[in-house]
């Protein structure tokens, strides 16, 4: 058992509190990780607010991390000790219907007891204050050391910089996934990107790379827009400007409206928009953020008839163990940017602050 330090989410709608927590060792088929480095996302807030149904307490968050392999249990083969990893919230087994299915990165294998908040063979590895502590999401990289199932795991660089690969463990690769494999966003398209953080910057990252010729951000917070340029955007645009709604603004500068939309906030409202903003005919718009529990989309049925597409993404539709390996080796031959979606740096005990700056928009 290895004694180190975690942030439990001890309630719902509480700061987290450092602790020092109990690790127990990785059984048959899971894998102990030292993290190095992780990161924070809107999921864990969302987690962390009470409003999602699967949220388990008290309980470790995080979901995008980096780090070393500490040790093995029985029966792992793809990794050893030493290796340099990131955790997975989506793994691959490559033996369910969904792993053997190419239209598909969503594994099932281990699914329900992830969902619970549980290792696969429905135990928790983490204990603090003699109580039992939840995993969440399958990874929980809010402690210096986890546990993961190996089929959890991606094998990757060793040179890679753990501070800033961890990001392709959620954020980037959604995002620029959700541009080249979800929407497979062609050469000279007119895109839209309804959202500019972290997962807003990926689209239009991947939009760029995929030649699009007009990349139109849209923010209600204008000091998002100098970086959304910096990565791709060509022009930024916000609802509040105009009187008229935004797909309509939308459609009267795409002359009838553009290729291809991306929602990356998680408000049913703004998917509506992203998909009426989409061109008759050919349009497609694709759902990134995740919606709060119980909220349904709408639009005429008549949007759809004519001609656009309506599709969701989740994890860019990468095949996890497969592809995040691959998305390190393009960061490292510069193909693709990571440090730039870097804004601040800060020691683990200042995870409360992180989670300020996020919800702050900074």
């Known amino acids: 058992v290895i004694k180190c330090k975690a942030a439990v989410a001890w309630e719902a709608g509480k700061p987290l509190s450092i602790e020092e927590v109990e690790v127990a060792p990785p059984k048959a088929h899971e894998v102990r990780i030292k993290i190095v480095a992780t990161a924070v996302c809107h999921t ?3 987690t962390l607010s009470g409003a999602d149904p699967e949220g388990c307490f008290p309980v470790i968050l ?38 053997k299915n190419p239209k598909t990165n969503l594994c099932q294998k281990i699914r329900i007891t992830q969902g619970k908040g549980v290792m696969p063979d429905g135990t928790s590895r983490f204990t603090c204050k003699g109580k039992q502590i939840f995993h969440f999401m399958g990874t929980s990289t809010f402690s210096e050391y986890t546990v993961v199932a190996d089929i959890s795991v ?4 060793a040179a890679a910089p753990l501070d800033k690969v961890c990001l392709l463990g959620c954020g980037i690769s959604t995002g620029y996934g959700a541009a080249v494999n979800t929407a497979k966003v ?73 290729d291809y939309s991306f ?14 903003a989409c061109h008759k005919g050919w349009g497609l718009s694709v759902i990134v953020g995740v919606a709060a529990s119980g909220q349904e989309i ?30 390190v080796t393009e960061y490292m031959s510069k193909k693709i940017k990571v440090d730039e979606f870097v804004t ?12 300020e700056l996020m919800h702050s928009g900074k």
């Open 186 to 258: 062609e050469p000279g398209s007119t895109c839209a990107v309804f959202g500019l953080g972290g997962v807003g910057l990926a689209v239009i990252m991947g939009c760029k790379i995929a030649g699009a010729s007009r990349i139109i951000g849209i923010d209600i917070n204008k000091d998002k827009y100098a970086k959304a340029k910096e990565f791709g955007a060509t022009e930024c645009i916000s609802p509040q400007d105009s009187k008229k709604p935004i797909q309509e603004v939308l459609v009267e500068m795409t002359d009838g409206g553009v």
């Open 154 to 157: 991606a094998k990757i660089d």
């Open 263 to 276: 929602e990356c906030i998680g408000n049913v409202g703004v998917m509506r928009a992203a998909l009426e």
């Open 62 to 99: 995080g979901h995008e991390g980096a780090g070393i392999v500490e040790s093995v249990g029985e029966g792992v083969t793809k990794v050893k000790k030493g290796d340099t990893v990131i955790p997975l919230y989506i793994p691959q087994c490559g033996e369910c219907k969904f792993c």
């Open 344 to 355: 601040h740096t800060l020691p683990f005990d200042k995870i409360n602050e992180a989670f």
């Open 298 to 327: 709408s639009t005429r049925p008549f949007q759809l008839v004519t001609g656009r597409t309506w599709k969701g993404t989740a994890f860019g539709g990468w095949k996890s163990v497969d592809n995040v390996p691959k998305l």
């Open 44 to 46: 864990d807030a969302y």
